[in-house]
């Protein structure tokens, strides 16, 4: 079955450091992996996504995520942290099941910027 | 991409009531999905709706409580039925955008705040 857990429900980092957030994913074949943000109050944005192309994937707003299969993880990164990235992340995990596919979210981990 | 509004935006109900919300997409497609995201938690799937046929529940969701209507390819409606506290939650809608393959991505309408007291 597919999962996926994200190694942190919170994550504070000050404005123009970098960021990790870490997601490992089980599934039984070759999955694909997606990072949705979710702004306060605000609907859900994909970031990016991996689909069996370049492990390392870049998304909007200077965010990537590399796609190692060794270690099952599915990281996201950005260079330099702005205040407008505090937010929520999700890490989402595809299945496809009954025809169609569907989505397994993490549970979330909340990023604070700090001045 | 695909652009999805939801109606209401958010309610404030009472016990025992019921509210239905909209999902309208400004495309053509042929699933979409319910979701269901509880203070604090992450998402987790009501249910799959395409036009045409029933809505396929997940585990834990039952068709008396959450009715489902999908009329055509661009509308979908859920109701949430006889609602308690516990269903306070925010409510989303999505669409695959286009094709069926595992790697398509979802796309989210903005959600539908519900606080029931």
């Known amino acids: 079955a597919q999962s996926v857990t994200q190694l942190d429900s919170h994550v504070s980092v000050s404005e123009g450091t970098p960021v990790l957030l870490r997601c490992n994913y089980s599934?039984?074949?070759?999955?694909?992996l997606f990072w949705y943000v979710q702004h306060p109050n605000k609907g859900l944005q994909l970031l990016l996504k991996?689909?069996?192309?370049?492990?390392l994937v870049k998304g909007i707003n200077g965010f990537e995520a590399e796609f190692k299969k060794s270690e099952t993880s599915f990281h996201l990164t950005k260079p330099s942290a702005h205040m407008s990235d505090a937010a929520e992340y999700f890490c989402?995990?595809?299945?496809?099941?009954?025809?169609?596919?569907?989505?397994?979210f993490g549970a979330g981990t909340r990023l604070a910027v700090h001045p | 991409s695909a652009v999805i509004s939801q109606k209401p935006s958010r309610d404030i109900c009472q016990r025992g009531t019921s509210l239905t919300i909209q999902c309208q997409v400004d495309?053509?497609?042929?699933?979409m999905f319910w979701y269901r995201q509880q203070p604090g938690q992450s998402l987790t799937l009501i249910a799959t709706?395409?036009?045409?046929?029933?809505?396929?529940?997940e585990s834990g969701f039952v068709i008396d409580k959450f009715p489902i209507s999908r009329p055509n390819l661009t509308f979908s409606t859920l109701t949430v039925s006889n609602m308690s506290p516990e269903d306070s939650s925010i409510y989303l809608c999505?669409?695959?955008?286009?094709?069926?393959?595992?790697?398509?991505?979802?796309?989210f309408g903005p959600g539908t705040r519900l606080l029931v007291l």
């Open positions: 599934s039984s074949y070759s999955p694909s």
């Open positions: 999505s669409v695959v955008g286009g094709g069926r393959g595992i790697g398509e991505t979802q796309y």
């Open positions: 989402v995990v595809t299945t496809f099941s009954g025809g169609y596919n569907k989505l397994i």
């Open positions: 495309s053509q497609v042929t699933m």
């Open positions: 991996y689909t069996s192309a370049a492990t």
């Open positions: 709706a395409n036009q045409g046929s029933e809505a396929t529940y």
